[in-house]
């Protein structure tokens, strides 16, 4: 079994040769390690462990996978791309594998050429995390080639949704109305908040979650204050609030929720008018979720609403981005994006406050799916809980 999905895996090969024809590219490389997974698993619908990676996409050819040996026989298991080979570049420093065949980039290059691949200009997807020695191993091992960035061209791929990717999210939303359920129902006065986590991990990987796309948040009383606090062995006390999230990914894809509870069940009245703040906000960023609108366009309403309450100082995060491989990832649509939105693009309204002097911080947080007419929830189920005011 894989997470990939051969038919998604030969559309997106194509469109990669697509921008190579383009810009007269020769071929592409996409690094990835398992921080930043999504380029790498956008082509393989997988991540090797401890090793970090590219793929090898010739404009003629098959593409190749890159990385280093101890990830080898999983890559040859579980990924769409099962072409490998193994470079130091990659692998876990000093660590040694004699029983491996270990090559470098030139040796890829005489390789390549004796099978009547020339390459003389190639495109580079990653340039803002692939490592400096990786960068100049590959140009020294390729003398003479000329290096261009296309990471913008490559990453716009993602902005667009398949119908096979927005049912991937769709499953992984629903892992996350189950967790919700669990973790709530796991906050208590005294209770840990890995107690809290942990109810909300176990349930997702017992239904299918492939990983998950952030680790846990639990953030109970000041905590909360730290936008993505994860789970601590802190005890949450009577009278908190506890900011929730949880992102677990089905086939890869990220869903999420955020919310912010009352440890003790029961929200005072300065905690319930704060949480309605953001319920109004929410609704009205939501009623901007349709096709041709912007980040400066979306922005608006919630940003004069928070104003109006006085908590436009404590606004850390846009309001609205886009999930996929990443539960936060580009476009956004901040208060100075442009990106134009279009349907089947899948979008978060996420609303937060953080460094507020009596409540610290909080987070409500449920996502949607651009259609020709607006927008439709992923979560029916926190879709209608945040619709109304508490």
Known sequence: MAYYNENETQKRLEKVREILRKKGLDAALVYFDELN??????LTGWCGQFEKG?????????????????????????????????????MVPDEEYPNSIIINFKQLNEELRGEGTILRKIGFVGTDTIPLQVYNEFK?????????????????LRAYKSEWEREQMK???????????????????????????????????????????????????????????????????????????IAPRFNGYAGTFGDTVPVNGVYT????????????????????????????????????YYEKHGLEKYIICPFAHTIGLMEAESPFFGPNG???????????????????????????????????????????????????NL
């Open 37 to 42: 997974v999504a380029n790498g698993w956008y």
């Open 54 to 90: 590219a793929v090898l996409v010739p404009v003629k050819g098959d593409p190749m996978l890159l990385g280093g040996p101890e990830s080898q026989p999983f890559a040859k298991m579980n990924a769409a791309i099962k072409d490998t080979r193994c470079f130091p570049v990659f």
């Open 140 to 156: 020294a091992g390729f003398e003479g080639i000329e290096i261009v960035d296309i990471t913008p061209e490559y990453e716009v």
């Open 171 to 245: 499953k992984a939303v629903h892992l996350c109305d189950l967790a919700y359920d669990q973790m709530v129902a796991a906050v208590r006065p005294g209770a840990y908040e890995y107690e809290v986590s942990a109810a909300g991990e176990y349930v997702c990987r017992k239904n299918g979650a492939s990983s998950f796309a952030y680790s846990t948040i639990v953030g109970s009383g000041e905590r909360a204050m730290a936008v993505v606090p994860t789970a601590t062995n802190k005890q949450m006390n009577d009278g908190e609030l506890v900011m929730l999230g």
């Open 269 to 304: 009245k300065r905690q319930k008018d704060l949480m309605n703040y953001m319920r109004e906000t929410m609704q009205l960023t939501k009623a901007m979720l349709k096709p041709g609108m912007t980040g400066r366009e979306i922005d608006v309403p919630g940003r004069k």
């Open 338 to 388: 442009d990106f134009v939105l279009q349907p089947g693009m899948t979008v978060m309204v996420d609303i937060s406050f953080f460094g507020h002097p009596e409540l610290y911080g909080g987070r409500i947080e449920t996502g949607y799916i651009i259609t020709d007419n607006g927008c439709v929830p992923m979560s029916p189920k926190m879709d209608e809980y945040f619709s109304h």
